[in-house]
């Protein structure tokens, strides 16, 4: 135990002789504490740790790239005594600095740690697989089917006041720990919904909601995402930190043989608003250590909360607004009855048609069934159409004479050489003809 074999700040660490052995005493402002040069991949962690309290964890990181990069596994203080505490012990991966604790409450666990005296503390990593020892070398106490880091190799660095001794560092000593990662059961259940279409996060200044009008238009959903283990769409893997409140919009369709009652079973991570074919059906926020936080304390489950969907038949699209600004960001999805669906999948923005002449779709309609008129300009290239009074919506052409607005569930059927036109609104269908 030298200091010659450690990066930490000047002033922060002493090494001494405590309880008759050479130890390493870090203060509460020692920060991360690094084993120099070494490059640490598969084997074993292994180290005696008495903790100063009063304090919140005692952690050890490994597989460090970077302060934004790499995992930890922690003792959290507070639990010391109690035995059916499960978050005692936890593992997980931090992306681009972002401590993923609240996304993945499956890898924590109780663990028996003693008050003023020696925690032996041991891990052990072979590839895709760890396995974590406190106080008993006979049966781990975390046993995590997959590491999640975005790196399998990097430093080694402990952290949080306290003595540290005996420290073995024995690579490529991985014991009968298999590499691969174990299964994950829930690819057993079709209940997921696995594959979104998504558009890139936005600023949401704090104290903003998000309303119906704010749902984006089809073609801005450019890219997509898959669920990993658990059916977890990992938003912080995709986009990093955020520094400020951001929301991003997911879609998916369910397609149904028939008309139903069925429900969602949601986890989230901090906010989310719901949609079903445009209509807003479902608001909900899960805030850590706030009245609105959710079972299991603020983290992300299906347990978090059910929506109530009534799904018409044919495709329905499920529209999720998601935002974020404190640790993980993300969602799980899980519907709730699969009996009669025939498709969940990612949503697919329409293919974007040109429109070879626009004007022959202007001017003013009118009806003798419907109160209003329908008024129809273009700009940029784009039909704009007015009822009356209201407010203005731009129309996507879909090609043979037809327009949609989806999110006002609207269809225009126009023919040209008869001067009319067919407006598909809730189920009913009203004939306009050209004034």
Sequence with gaps: ????????????????????????????????????????????????????????????????????????????????????????????????????????????????????????????????????????????????????GNYSEGGVSFEGASYISNISIRPNDTGYLTPEEAPDLTDHQSNYLREWAITEPSLLEPGREVTRDQQPDGELFKESITAERDGLINLTRKFGMNQERKVVWLKAVIESATAQANFLDLGFSDEVWVFLNGQMVWVDKNLFQQDMSKY??????????????????????????????????????????????????????????????????????????????????????RLIGKAGDQPSLTFSYRGNHVFEHVKENLKLTFNPSQNSLVLFSGGQEYKFTKE
């Design 1 to 148: 135990m030298k200091p010659e074999s450690f990066e930490f700040k000047p002033g922060t660490v002493e090494f001494l002789t405590f309880k008759d052995r050479p130890s390493m005493k870090l203060a509460a402002n020692s920060g991360q504490v690094a084993i120099k040069g070494l490059n640490f991949k598969d084997g074993t962690i292994e180290f005696d740790v008495e903790s100063i309290l009063p304090g919140f964890a005692q952690s050890v990181y490994f597989h460090k790239r970077d302060e934004k990069e790499q995992e930890i596994v922690y003792l959290r203080l507070g639990k010391i005594g109690d035995i059916f505490a499960n978050e005692a012990v936890q593992y997980c991966p931090y992306f681009d600095g972002v401590n993923m604790w609240d996304m993945y409450p499956n890898y924590q666990a109780p663990a028996l740690i003693e008050k003023d005296d020696w925690n032996h503390i041991k891990l052990v990593i072979h590839g895709k697989r760890m396995q974590v020892f406190v106080n008993d070398d006979t049966r781990p106490v975390l046993d995590i089917p997959k590491l999640e």
């Design 296 to 381: 299991p304390k603020g983290r992300i489950s299906i347990a978090n909360t059910r929506i109530p969907l009534n799904l018409k038949q044919g495709k329905n699209e499920l529209t999720l607004a998601v935002a974020n600004d404190f640790y993980g960001w993300g969602i799980i999805a899980h519907l709730g009855n699969t009996d009669g669906i025939l498709a969940m999948e990612k949503f697919t923005p329409p293919p974007v048609v040109p429109i070879e002449d626009i004007n022959q779709y202007l001017g003013v309609y009118s009806s003798q069934t419907a109160p209003v008129k329908l008024t129809f300009t273009s700009e940029n290239g």
